[in-house]
Every structure is written in structure tokens, then in C-alpha cells.
């Protein structure tokens, strides 16, 4: 089992803006969330990932029951086993592509491995931006950087926050397609959250969210 | 370690994106380091020259005038003599029984700068100066030549020089009465190395011909002995038979008319007094800049605070945990530090060799670069030290403020 919440609640000063009874996502098994803007989407994925912690209940990822863990060891956890591409993408303007592939596995505590930089990029298709630096690439190349930068430790999980509501019809399919080839060459479980219904249909299975009553 | 790993490449990053004020804190941190220890080196050089100069002799006897003077003049070979004593009133004093050694000496030539002294042996002892060819005087006009001297000049045993008249460059010379070198010495870090030196005999020779010469020859037959009375000296290095004679002798030859007597440990003291003043100011300043290049850190690192918060939490989303952001932070104001220390570090020591190269053309007096000091470790580990708390308040900062919450949403 790659996920498995139960009792979860989770909020902020006192409101509770999650609440899930139970829910297991298996091994490769691909989900999507999805709900209204407001409904807690984004929550979850920072519960999935360590970034924060419920109010109540536990979550187990990848056998690891984070909510027991310091934040320390959380902030270990994320590095090595969850591949996060933001709503934001977040590249960091002083490094090149290189830099900042390289400095996710330094992060993450791996050697760097710079021939698997190179054939990340380029299952991307963006084996030419190396050595360009993020302000001079489009937003479409540093989406797919972001998304390099999410798989280069070869995660367990990878989360991915409303990757395609930017995006026009022919960008947002092929990027769910970069988001299902990624997932499968590291053997990776994805789940995406957003509103788009757009890519509804690309999902066997999908959670759906409503905005929890105040 | 990892974080090191880490955080070194990020902050090089960070500080190339902003090169112009990298660039002058690091050089503002140089300054500050290489001016202190310029000065330290060049304080600690002329300290243990003026000590070795000055080992061994208590008291030095000379014409009225400055003190500080006549202890420059007479020890040190750096300024010019205050006047001449008579050599009977020399004899007199080195006869008191308080006196256990006393060295006559004659100056008032040099040679291509290089001081001649006219003295006897004993002075060569005072130095411990060993002969390294040849042999030492004995009679007028030999002279032996301190090792610099030889290599400066390249004279060597069997050469013959006419001596210049003054103790700068320049004078005219008294080119018919040549000396000759019959000995070499061998370096031994004193005043010696820079000088020649020979016989009383030789300089008052010299100066006696010179006086015929103008114009009194028919008095060149004159007595022997009453010319002997005329002679005189220039100073008289004295040692005590004991300390005790510190406390009256000094009086009772400044009560001789014509005489003075002054202690080189007081001089230098007196001395190092009267520089003290500005040393202290030069240092107040070098360190104004060290802090001033702190504080360049300390803003520079808490601009970048502001601007990068998003990087900052982002080290967290990608899984470092907060001690290496922390430690990002400090080695960036590390990295600063460590290279203005050894840029400083050798601006100070080729500021001190370039400053002795100067020097050295001009008063002969040796100041070098190529040297350390213990209290060099002192200036790098504060220097170090105030970076280092430079960063220590942005590095919390940091600690606190990346919050890979804030970026998931932003
Ligand atoms: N740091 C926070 N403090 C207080 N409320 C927050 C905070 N972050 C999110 N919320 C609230 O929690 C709810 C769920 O937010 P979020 O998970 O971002 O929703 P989604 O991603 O589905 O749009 C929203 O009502 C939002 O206003
Ligand atoms: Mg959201």
C-alpha cells in the first residue's frame, strides 16, 4: 500500500478544512483529486509529503507513519521518497537546469549523477536547456524541469498540484502524459490534485473532494 | 558534512548572482586584515632589530643634543649623529670603575650608503658578528664589510673602496685614501650585516688628511701626542659593570659640559611612545573596516534573506532539513570571510615587502615580507570570528523563516 489515512483531520488554528474517515492508494495505483478551489486539495498533498502534519489521525506513506516523525526527519523522508512538482514551480534563478537537478539529489542525500540529469531532460525533451538558466526558459520548458526535478530521485510517490490549469487543451494532455511516463520509469505512484475536469478521463480512479462545512 | 556539500555550491551561486558587492566586502575585509598586519609585520621587525641592536649596550655617550638622536644615530646607524666628543673625555669615562666595557666609535662615511664605523674589535664581539672570510683589521684603512654590504655592493676580500664623506649617499669622496677589505662577516640579523667597519686609526686618518689637504699643510709635522689630544670620537657604547649604575652614572657624565649620556632602552621606549600614537590610530582604522566589512555582510546576507525566502524554503521541500539551510547561510558569510582573510593576508605581506624594498634602497635598514607573526593568527581568527557573527543572526533567520509550507501555496 503506498498511502493509507484514516481518522484524518487536518486545518489551520482550529478549522478543520479535511476531514477523511479513510483512504488507501495502492502501489502504482494513479489518483486524482479533485474538488473545488478551497476544498483542501493542496492540504493533503503537504500531509502526503511531510510538509505538515494533521490535527488528528495517521498517515502512513510508503510504510512510514509520518505523523510520528520530527520535522527533521519528515523534511529527510520527503527528499528521498516524494517527487513534488508545485502549483508554483519554484526553480532557483542563481543555478542553471544542471544546478538545480543536481542540488535536488544533493538535498535529498544522494551522489550526484549527472548522465541521469542528461536522460531525464532529454525523456522530457528538453536534453538542450542543461546548462540555460530558469529565466530563459518558457513555461512550458520549466514546468518540464520541475517535473525532471520531481523524478530525478527516482521517488516513490510523486504529487503534483494542479500541474495543468494553466495550460491550454494540447499542453494540458501532454503534460499528464509526461506525468504518467515519469511515474512509470521510476516505478512511482502519481497523484495529482486540481479543479481542471479537464483530465477527469485520464484517471481510473479519482477522489473527490467537497468543501468542508466551517 | 552533506550540508556542506550542499551549501557550498548554493552560496557560491547566491554570491556570483551578486559580484559587485561580493567583491567589496571581500576587498573592503582585505584591506582592513592586510593594513593591520603590514603593520604588525613591520612593528615586530623593527622591535627585534632595535632588542638585537641594542643587546648588551646601557648607556651611550655622545654630544649634547637630542637623546633619541644620538641612540638612532649611534646604535641603530639610522640617523645622524649629534657631534663628536673628545676622545680624552671617552677615555676618562671608560676608565670608571662602573664601566665593565665601553666601544668607541667614529662615524662620518659611508660607502654607497653603508655606514663606515670606526671602532675597535670589541664591537664586533658585541654582536657576536663571526668572520665568514679573510680576517678582522689590523692596521689603518682595512676593513672588514657585513654580509649585506658584500652583497649589496660586491666587494669582497682584496677589494679596495674610497669611502664617501657623510653617511648618505653622495658626499664627496676621499678617493686618495682607499680602503681595502680584508674580511668578510657572516650574517647574523644585526646592524653589523649593513656596515663597514675598521679602525679608529682609519677614520680619524682619513679626516686628518682631509684636513691637511684644505689648507694646513705646513702643520702636517704637527706633535703625534698633541694631536692625540685633539682626537675625537663620535659616541662611547657603554656597558655597566652593574645595574646599580643605572641609577647615578648617566647624571654625572650629562653634567660633563659637551656630554650626554642616554640609554637605548629608554629611547626606544620614549620612542615607541611617541609612534604609538598613530600605530593605535591606523589599527582603530583597519578594524572601523573589518567592521565595516561585517556589517556589509551582515546587510548583504539579510537582503538576500528577503529576496530568497522562496529558495530558502524550497531547500526544505526538497528535503533538507533546517540546519542545512542554517549552515547554507553561514558558509555564504564564511566564504566572504575566507577570502578577504587571505586576500588581506598576502596584501599585507606584499604591502610590507613592497614598503621594505622602498626602505631598504634608502636607509638600508631591512624590512621584509617573507616573514610571520604569531599575532597574524590573532588578526585572521578575529576577522574569521566577526564574520561569523556577521551571519550568525541572518543564519537563524533563515532557520526560522524557511517554511516549505508558505511555498506549496504561493
Ligand atoms: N496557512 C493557512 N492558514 C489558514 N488557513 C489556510 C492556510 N492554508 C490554507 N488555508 C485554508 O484551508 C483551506 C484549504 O486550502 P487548500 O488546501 O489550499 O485548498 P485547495 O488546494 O483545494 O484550493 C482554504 O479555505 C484555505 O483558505
Ligand atoms: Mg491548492
Known sequence: ?214 | MNALRTALPLAIAYLRERTMATLLNIALLALGVGTIIALILTLNQAGQRMERDAAGIDLVVGAKGSPLQLILSAVFNVDIPTGNIPLADAMMISAEPMVKRSIPLSLGDSFRSFRIVGTNPSYLELYDAQIAQGRVWNKALEAVVGAEVARATGLTVGSKFAGAHGLGDGGGDHGDQPFTVVGVLKPGGSVVDRLIVTSLDSVWLVHEHEISAAGASTAKAADAHKHDENREITALLIQYASPMAAVAFPRRINAVSGLQAASPALETARLFTLVGFGISALKLFAGIMMVCAALGIFIGLMNALNDRRADLALLRVLGADRATVLLTVLIQGFALGIAGVILGTLLGHAATEWMGSLVGKIHRVPLTGWTWAREELWVIASALALTLLASLFPAWRAYRDAMPELLSRT
Open chain 1, 1 to 214: 500500500m503506498q498511502v493509507e489515512l484514516s481518522g484524518l483531520r487536518a486545518g489551520y488554528g482550529g478549522r478543520v478544512v479535511l476531514a477523511l474517515d479513510a483512504l488507501s492508494i495502492a502501489d502504482g495505483e494513479h489518483t486524482l483529486v479533485l474538488g473545488p478551489s478551497g476544498c483542501g486539495k493542496t492540504t493533503l498533498l503537504n500531509i502526503l509529503c511531510g510538509i505538515d502534519v494533521p490535527v488528528s489521525g495517521s498517515v502512513t506513506v510508503s510504510n512510514v507513519r509520518l505523523d510520528t516523525l520530527s520535522v527533521s526527519q519528515r523534511d529527510h523522508f520527503r527528499g528521498r521518497q516524494i517527487g513534488l512538482v508545485m502549483q508554483r514551480l519554484h526553480l532557483i534563478p542563481a543555478l542553471t537546469v544542471e544546478g538545480n537537478l543536481r542540488l535536488a539529489q544533493k538535498l535529498a542525500g544522494f551522489k550526484t549523477d549527472d548522465t541521469h540529469i542528461r536522460g531525464t531532460l532529454a525523456s522530457l525533451g528538453i536534453a538542450d536547456k542543461l546548462t540555460a538558466q530558469p529565466r530563459q526558459l518558457s513555461q512550458g520548458e520549466a514546468q518540464r524541469v520541475a517535473i525532471a526535478r520531481a523524478v530525478i530521485n527516482r521517488p516513490a510517490l510523486i504529487l503534483a498540484d494542479e500541474p495543468t490549469s494553466a495550460l491550454d487543451d494540447g499542453s494540458c494532455d501532454s503534460a499528464i502524459d509526461l506525468l504518467f511516463s515519469q511515474a512509470k520509469s521510476c516505478g512511482a505512484t502519481l497523484i495529482v490534485a486540481t479543479h481542471d475536469q479537464r483530465i477527469k478521463p485520464r484517471f481510473s480512479r479519482v477522489l473527490q473532494l467537497s468543501k468542508a462545512a466551517a
